[in-house]
Structures are given as structure tokens and as C-alpha cells.
């Protein structure tokens, strides 16, 4: 079993800046991808932006330029740094880690973005 626990979720204005960080624990041997999801009310669940173990990165073209997404592999983290943030961005946000095959999530940070 792998354990995900996220932090920095909070209510920020909006044009302002926020940083989530997940660190995964357990029966780890090779986390494959880490990533970042985000649902808003009443809509689906969606990709903010992933990570490989090579460093390769993915980001939601809602977010590209804003928001960063880095990892620690040795500590196993993984960190989102989220710049210029507008009121669309409020959403509960998941981390996702993929380890030999399985998704494991955690269970969510909530981000609120004021007007």
C-alpha cells in the first residue's frame, strides 16, 4: 500500500500564489509518475499537471506558464507551485502517484481562489 499526504491547500486571492506538496510513503519501490488533479464543483476530475521519474513534465494548457510541478525523488515528493492564480482554479485538489502500474491518490487539498 502506498500512503499519499498533500498540504498547502487555502484560500488566496486571486493573482496570488499557492504551493501543494504530497509525500508518499509505504510500500514504495519505483513511483513512476506523480501528478496533480484538481476537480471543481459539479465538474469532472482533470490532469493539472504530471511528472516522470526522468523529470518529464505535462501540464493542462490552462495552466502552462503558471503553475510548475517538481519532485523529490528521494523523499518522495512532489510539489506544485501555482502562480498568478485566477478564481477558475478553485477546486479540490488530488495527488496521484503511479507506482508499477496502480494509481494511488490521496485524498485531497482544497484550494479557494477569491475574486
Known amino acids: 500500500q502506498v500512503q499519499l499526504v498533500e498540504s498547502g491547500g487555502g484560500l488566496v486571492q486571486a493573482g496570488g500564489s499557492l504551493r501543494l506538496s504530497c509525500a508518499a510513503s509505504?510500500?514504495?519501490?519505483?513511483?513512476?509518475?506523480m501528478g496533480w488533479y484538481r476537480q471543481a464543483p459539479g465538474k469532472q476530475r482533470e490532469l493539472v499537471a504530471s511528472?516522470?521519474?526522468?523529470?518529464?513534465?505535462n501540464y493542462a494548457d490552462s495552466v502552462k506558464g503558471r503553475f510548475t510541478i517538481s519532485r523529490d525523488n528521494a523523499k518522495n515528493t512532489v510539489s506544485l507551485q501555482m502562480n498568478s492564480l485566477k478564481a477558475e482554479a478553485t477546486a479540490v485538489y488530488y495527488c496521484d502517484v503511479v507506482v508499477i502500474g496502480i494509481d494511488y491518490w490521496g485524498k485531497g487539498t482544497l484550494v479557494t481562489v477569491s475574486s
Open positions: 509505504g510500500s514504495i519501490f519505483s513511483i513512476n509518475v
Open positions: 511528472i516522470t521519474s526522468s523529470s518529464r513534465t
